[in-house]
């Protein structure tokens, strides 16, 4: 893909998800933190970065909680087009935008309504570092920690942590390669990294923040309060 092609920037925010693992009543992307849902925080963020050209949120066809869960935000357009796993949600989310006017060489940063510490000078980083790249790439950072795998409960071995990154979102990658990358993966794809990587990619790494985790576990929403709350966000 040409890299020198004027192309526009859009954010595409799978919102369809159940979050089972969070231990909170609902969907953990409509539970207060801070004073509002999860995802208010998140779109509020996304809002202020002045080179998305539009924001596409995809919600399960049987959403019935967004628009009380962010009120008065006009700010992004809405599709009821999920599916039942992260691919099949980004895929309908890439058609619609298609469907929008977006075109097969423009860029598409896919992020988690879930990451809601997102800062707009990261996903300005991320823009500045993939804009004139031939593949693309994310939010991610070196892995500190020491890496076990696990056997039984038990520790089955160390893993080197050498050159290992934790992958964040943004993903950024051009519509028309994130859509073809998705549709040969399959439904499994954890991330749309993954599906770049098994067309025989090298997406670009972008190191993010420590602060923008996902919220997954209960003891995160603790923590994003405490976070939200200190910067006044």
Same mark, same amino acid.
């Given at each position: 893909m040409p890299? $020198? =092609?004027? !192309? $526009?920037?859009?954010?595409? =925010?799978?919102? %369809?998800?159940?979050? !089972?693992?969070? /231990? #909170? $009543? /609902?969907?953990k992307q409509y539970h207060p933190v801070a004073g509002r849902a999860?995802?208010?925080?998140?779109? %509020?963020?996304?809002?202020?970065?002045?080179r998305l050209r539009a924001m596409l949120v995809v919600l399960s066809a049987d959403d019935t909680q967004f628009e009380s869960a962010v009120p008065g935000f006009d700010a992004a357009w809405v599709a009821r087009a999920g599916g039942s796993t992260r691919a099949r949600t980004v895929l309908a989310g890439l058609h619609e935008l298609r469907r929008r006017g977006a075109c097969e060489h423009d860029w598409v940063l896919v992020h988690d309504a879930a990451r809601c510490l997102i800062r707009p000078e990261w996903v300005d980083r991320l823009i500045d570092a993939c804009s004139? $790249?031939? #593949?693309? /790439?994310l939010l991610a950072l070196p892995v500190a920690d020491t890496l076990k795998q696990s056997h039984e409960g038990r520790v089955g071995s160390t893993v080197d942590r050498t050159g290992k990154w934790a992958a964040q979102t943004p993903q950024m990658f051009r519509l028309g390669l994130l859509d073809a990358a998705l549709a040969a993966a399959g439904a499994a794809v954890t991330d749309e990294s993954s599906a770049i990587e098994a067309l025989g990619h090298a997406p670009r790494l972008v190191r993010g923040d420590f602060c923008n985790f996902k919220l997954t576990w209960p003891e995160d929403f603790a923590l994003a309060q405490r976070l939200l709350h200190r910067s006044d966000v």
């Amino acid at each position: 893909m040409p890299i $020198d =092609i004027p !192309s $526009d920037c859009y954010a595409l =925010i799978p919102c %369809a998800g159940v979050g !089972s693992r969070a /231990g #909170v $009543d /609902g969907p953990k992307q409509y539970h207060p933190v801070a004073g509002r849902a999860v995802v208010a925080h998140t779109l %509020a963020a996304l809002g202020q970065v002045t080179r998305l050209r539009a924001m596409l949120v995809v919600l399960s066809a049987d959403d019935t909680q967004f628009e009380s869960a962010v009120p008065g935000f006009d700010a992004a357009w809405v599709a009821r087009a999920g599916g039942s796993t992260r691919a099949r949600t980004v895929l309908a989310g890439l058609h619609e935008l298609r469907r929008r006017g977006a075109c097969e060489h423009d860029w598409v940063l896919v992020h988690d309504a879930a990451r809601c510490l997102i800062r707009p000078e990261w996903v300005d980083r991320l823009i500045d570092a993939c804009s004139g $790249d031939p #593949v693309g /790439g994310l939010l991610a950072l070196p892995v500190a920690d020491t890496l076990k795998q696990s056997h039984e409960g038990r520790v089955g071995s160390t893993v080197d942590r050498t050159g290992k990154w934790a992958a964040q979102t943004p993903q950024m990658f051009r519509l028309g390669l994130l859509d073809a990358a998705l549709a040969a993966a399959g439904a499994a794809v954890t991330d749309e990294s993954s599906a770049i990587e098994a067309l025989g990619h090298a997406p670009r790494l972008v190191r993010g923040d420590f602060c923008n985790f996902k919220l997954t576990w209960p003891e995160d929403f603790a923590l994003a309060q405490r976070l939200l709350h200190r910067s006044d966000v």
